[in-house]
């Protein structure tokens, strides 16, 4: 019997000319679009230490978890300009993806989620060339000392404009949510 | 053996010189499943170089005989060959009865009771040529779908799934023209690359019915066939023309044989079908056109003692997806299914863009047979199937309009076969396969769905039947097989570790990239598997079926190694490289009745499938990207159960009635709940008036009722939604609400010349547009079903 198989193997594998393939072990897939991690940076308008918001997720869709930091509380009475950046870094060096995302600016949307017990008013102040929202830059203002959540979502092709996350369809790229302390 | 015939008919050809010879040995030759009678038959008596050939009544008369035992071989161009021992004493009549022709390069099967390929105790369904052609807009799954115990696994509603009393993808196994359909078909959205235009009959086996092809069909097989040719000088053909309302489609196909009286002849096949965007009731499914094109062409030499057939066809079809159904994270899931309508709905476009599908298959294969006089019939097959799939997702930067995964499938098959020259009685088949597959999954930039492998499987069987009687035949198989894979495939190390597959699998490991491992690992199965079956007549009208069958299915390539984000479905799906043997026992009996005015059948069944693979959620995985369901492939046992019912009463000669209705139950009997994606229990009640004096008026008034699906396994989920602040059940699982459908259908002919016939066909479905959603449609948790379609249709034959 595994003489006979092997002789049909060999067969094949002469007939058939396919044996250059059995060697050649395929090359790795490095995800192209995979973004690993986002960055808001909050920088206090009068000047000051800027607040690092980050959450990190190395392995993708894979098992582990995203890490998520936050470098200092916020404070009242102080407006921040905030930009996010987006990076792949299973690249080296890293990929900054937000380039892509401002150039398809009319495709994508970031989308604030404020919690409910949080009071900041957050705003966008960049446009696609449509004078639609993009997100990438924002403006947030602490209106009162309090915590809660807030969540950065990018949306891909969402209908823009649009009423809001529930109805704007399209896919999610990122959600990140972070737990934000304003004293 | 074949010298101990040898002598034999050399011993008689011996005697027959001493004797008184004068007698005559007469009768008639008649086609042993209709009765009628075949002129052009060849009889010849061994050892005496004499051959007769029937008149046109069949009829035969073979003089100056001796009184003894000739063996006497009786053929037919389309039939098998058989060979007969008859004792001639004084002039004697004896009639011949011949079987079609089993195994001819024309086609598979003539005559679906009696079928050298397939089963003889499992009951069959057929869809004819003429059946077949009202589906010509749709595809090889709708046309199943109209035969009880056929459902479909549906992804929107131009991929189309066949599922055979609740099984489908790598359950199901397609036979097209004589060679098994490798195409990705472990996908549950990866429709069968067979253009139903092609085809000229279908035939359903509802078990492992085709040991000749293989061995793990645990649901079920499919038989398609393009048309047989005749022995005669001959140029016929076909032209069909299509529009729908739906969709704003076209169709057209076109068929062109060419044949000769020498056995010589050539089929050419064409078919172009074009959808824009279907709609519901309400509103348009944007990015769901398809465009598809076919053809094939076979050219062949069919002679009494041997022949050859030549058979290429190509296959591509673009499919676009539901754009809304195109998402991220569980909380746009959520949103989607939250939603009454689609959140995206554009204008209407024959325009397919991106999330779509773009498939092209090509198959090729060569067949012969040779008869080998006394030893039977020996057959030889070569086929290539060349299958190339592209996913397109939705992507960003230098990546636009790139596939995301982008597959080739090249599968070699050579098979040789022996179809045994027996008795009257009995049959006996035996063969061997060897295949060779090769998966290469280019780099698209998104990691490989499924890894680059190597498969190597090597086939033997032996199927053999003996008819005890007039009203009993006995059969039975076996099949074994051996399969070797070699894969290389890419783990992420995070996966890799969290499975302990460091420790079990350490050997695999060729080397580390960073965050990815590349493995190879290298399986081997062997499979046995079996039918045992039993068919008795009662008389003219019953007759009962039953049928045991043993399959083993090796896991496919999607159980074995997945591990990461389905795009289409939004989810993570992991596989088990620690998977084995599938092993499947259906018990089927049917009850058969069939007369000309009222007609049924009764086909319960039960299929235990040990170490069953299903996939289901388990948990949810937060990730950059938002939260995602994540669904794993485990080993169960599982359990079928159902009745399939048939009838039909013709009322008076011109108007009949159709019934329909199938009900089955998956288990999960180890964990004592339902199987997922089970068809609901269904009914189609027809009612159709023919009337043959003017001009073949057809009409036919349909109504299909689906009840709700009522057992199904709880996958809902709860997910955070920030906007509101609020933990969500999405639910994934919940079957939409019974629903009726009225379909009409009508067919009328007109005689354009002696040869040719123009037949105009109009159809309605859906008649009062009602919006529904179907249970085994995958896009039912983002819009409705279609909307009413207005179809007509324009065929010539010439």
Redesign the interface.
Known sequence: MKKIYFLTKVLFTLLLGSCSKDNKTPEVVNEEELITTLTATLVPEAGGTPIILTTRDLDGDGPNEPIITVSSNLAVGVNYNGSIVLLDETKSPADIITEEVEEEAEEHQFFYTIGSSLDVTATSTNFDSDGNVLGTEFLLIPNSASNGLLTFTLRHEPTKPNDGLSSAGGETDIEATFTIIIE | MRIYFLTILLLSSFLSLSQSCHYTLSGIVTDFHDGSVLEGATLIVAGTERNVFTDFDGKFMILNLCNETYSIQVSHPYCLTKGYRIKVSGDTVKSFKLEHHLDTLNEIIIDGRIVSNQSKTLQEKTITKEELERFSSGSLGDALASLSGVSSLNTGNTIIKPMINGLHSSRVVIINNGVRMEDQEWGAEHAPNVDVNGINKLTLIKGAGALKYSGDAIGGVIIAEAAKVPFKDSLFGKTQLGLASNGKGTFMTSQLTKSYESGWYGTLQGSLKRFGDFETADYILSNTGINQRNTFLKVGLNSFDYGFEVFYSFFKNEIGILK?S????A??LF??I??DRP??INEFTYNVFSPKQEVTHHLFRVKAYKGLGELGKFSFQYDYQKNKRLEFD????S?RGNASLDLEL?T?T?MLDLDANTTDQSNIKVGVM?S?Q?N??L??????LI??Y?K?D?GAYLIGDYRFSDHWLFEIGARLD?TEM?V?K?Y????WK?RNYDQLFSKLV??E????I?T?PKLNFHNGSGTFGVVHNFDEKYKIFFNYSLTSRIPNPSELFSE??HHSASR?ELGDLTFNLEIGHKLSFTLERKNESFSYSINPFVNNISDFIVIEPITA????????QVWEYRKTNAQLLGVDFDASYVFKESLQFNHQSSIVKGLDRIRDEALINMPPVNTTNEIVYYYSKIKNLRLALQSEYVFRQNEFPNTDFEVYI??T?TQEMVEVSSPPPAYHLLNFNSTIDFNFSEKSTLTVGFQITNMLNISYRNYLNRMRLFADDLGRNFLLNIKLNY
């Open positions: 809304a195109h998402l991220g994270s909380q746009d949103r989607a939250e939603s959140l995206i939705i992507r960003r930067g990546d090249d070699h050579l060897g060779y090769n290469f999954a780099n698209t930039g998104v990691r490989r890894p680059d190597d190597y090597f051996y070699n290389f890419f992420r190390t995070s996966f969290s060729v080397e990239f960073g965050n990815q590349l190879n990461g984000l993570i995985n937060s990730t950059i990207r938002g939260t995602f920030p906007d602040e």
